[in-house]
């Protein structure tokens, strides 16, 4: 029988750090009592570790405060400070047709954003290079140096294992696996982190977005193609190969029948009714012999275009059964729609929940993210934050700068 290895005090020392990482890079200026009742340790083991990561850069210790009124005298209570600017991370999305980058402190503030077209990539290579663009411009636009950068987070369509590796048993998933992560740590030399975008998706709305009290969750990415992340208690769910929350199986649901996303579905069957000439619909001039866009029919629509009406209604329908399969499979609190359709999606929440209430006896409660194109970007800041947590004591911090 496998017996669970003792801890050691630099393992002890290690997690602990972490949790008063934790709790100071979320709070203001904490008192040692604050620190200890938060977490849970002791005083001589908040003292301790505070001193460590004092010495270290990542916490400042501020001039002593004055005790409450009607407190004993005595010593004035160590006052502590998160340094949120000690470094840097990068939360990085690889999406279907470009990128975007966040730069962010260590408290996960944005300091400087980037965005790049995929339009003319056709390889890997070309791929990587284009993310890098990005990466030297919010690099740049911050004065930041490589050195400072502690981790970064990055988010691709595929499914991604605990140790993060891509699943490249099908051929459109092994196309994500292109080598970003080495190449970006050759050229820049910190970590990269890779993860799953719904994953990503599911820590950036349960960090800062609709589900921050939520532990019980999923997040549907519905742009071009579904995509699933699932959280239960508070912790991402991957499965034995990173392949929990794949929607392939939508191709055996009734209504559904494939993995094409709210944009894309409404994108082709506008296309579609254009091209009937048969069909009366305002597209025809609101396109203008442009290509039909998903954002040309939510417009048609809102002006009360028949057509339009109808792509929805049916979009919503199909919505709800994908949400219908993810709430009755899981049991989730809430399930959030994501991506850069987010917006757009507020149109159809009335007709999904409705339809929803059809499909299963116990619907979980629907909201729309309001992170927009940012979703998974900023749950990839949450994920390399997470790394910087839990590796502070190993990281060599270089140019501190104090917080302002």
Known sequence: MATTPAATPPM??????????????????????????????????????CNDLIAMGWVVELDPGHDAPGTPVGRPSRRFEFNSRAGYVLGIDVGAGKTTVLLSDLRGETVAKAGRSFESVKTPAEQTAVVNEAVLEVIAVAGVTDAEVLAAGVGVAAPVDREGNILVDDEFWRRFDAGLTNRLTELHGWPVLLENDANLATLGEHWRGEARDVDDLVVLLAGERFGSGLMDSGRLLHGSRGGAGEMVYLKLVEGVGDTAGIARTAREQGTK???????????????????????????????????????????????????????????????????????????????????????????????????????????????????????????QLTGVRRTS
């Open 273 to 395: 009714a254009v091209a009937d000439a048969t069909v009366e619909t305002s597209l025809r001039e609101l396109a203008d012999g442009s290509p039909i866009t998903a954002e040309l029919v939510f417009a048609a629509a809102a002006d009360g275009d028949t057509v339009a009406l109808s792509i929805l209604r049916h979009i919503a329908c199909r919505t709800a059964r994908v949400l219908a399969t993810l709430g009755i499979l899981f049991n989730p609190e809430l399930i959030v729609i994501g991506g850069a359709v987010a917006t757009a999606a507020k149109a159809l929440l009335p007709d999904i929940e409705t339809q929803l209430a059809t499909f299963t006896a116990t619907p979980p409660r629907i909201a729309v993210s309001s992170l927009g194109d940012t979703i998974v970007s900023v749950g990839a800041v949450r994920h390399a934050l997470n790394y910087v947590e839990q590796h502070a004591l190993d990281l």
């Open 12 to 49: 002890l020392r290690r997690v602990n750090a972490s949790k008063l990482l934790g709790v100071l890079s979320t709070a203001g200026v904490m008192t040692g009592t604050g620190l200890i009742e938060a977490t849970g340790l002791t005083r001589a083991t908040v003292h301790a570790v």
